[in-house]
């Protein structure tokens, strides 16, 4: 991890003023961040740990729990939630043994409901990794979490 953490250090020049980019770096690369890689951060960025943790638990974006390969985000706004989303929230839960905001113990699913995502004339819509997917159903959701798994065994 330590190679990994000073790439990124190094790729901003060392530089204090990039703390936020560093962190969202580091968490594209290990899912979240752990203790360790904090600490890294704040030797190799020479930060104190206080301020690293400061900016760590600021942002709703950042997580210092194991988050997983795939993060799926369900939108419970209103024109989702109208459409069937507490029917798919149900069969996510229960095929992925996992409640809303839990990951998965192999570390493969996060699944979180979320807000309105700006979408709403796709709705439902489900986020997986920044990429959109609409209309969802339980059908398409099986499709879906079928795919994700054999790509993260692949
Ligand atoms: S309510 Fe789901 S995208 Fe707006």
Redesign the pocket.
């Known amino acids: 991890m330590e190679n990994t953490i000073k790439a990124i250090v190094e790729k901003y020049d060392s530089n204090k003023g990039f703390l936020v980019p560093v962190l969202q770096d580091v968490q594209k690369e290990l899912n979240y961040l752990p203790r360790e890689a904090l600490d890294l951060v704040s030797k190799f960025l020479k930060v104190s740990i206080s301020q690293v943790f400061e900016v760590a638990t600021f942002y709703k974006a950042f997580s210092l729990e194991p988050r997983g390969k795939y993060q799926m985000a369900l939108?419970?706004?209103?024109?989702?939630?109208v459409r069937g989303v507490p029917l798919i929230v149900d069969h996510i839960e229960r095929t992925l043994e996992i409640k809303d905001g839990e990951t998965t113990e192999d570390l493969m699913y996060t699944f979180e409901t979320v807000?309105?995502?700006?979408?709403?004339a796709?709705?439902?819509?489900m986020v997986v990794n920044e990429e959109y997917h609409g209309k969802m159903t339980i059908a398409k959701t099986d499709k879906l979490l079928k795919k994700l798994g054999k790509e993260g065994n692949a």
């Open positions: 939108c419970q706004g209103t024109a989702c939630h807000n309105c995502l700006g979408a709403c796709l709705g439902p819509v």
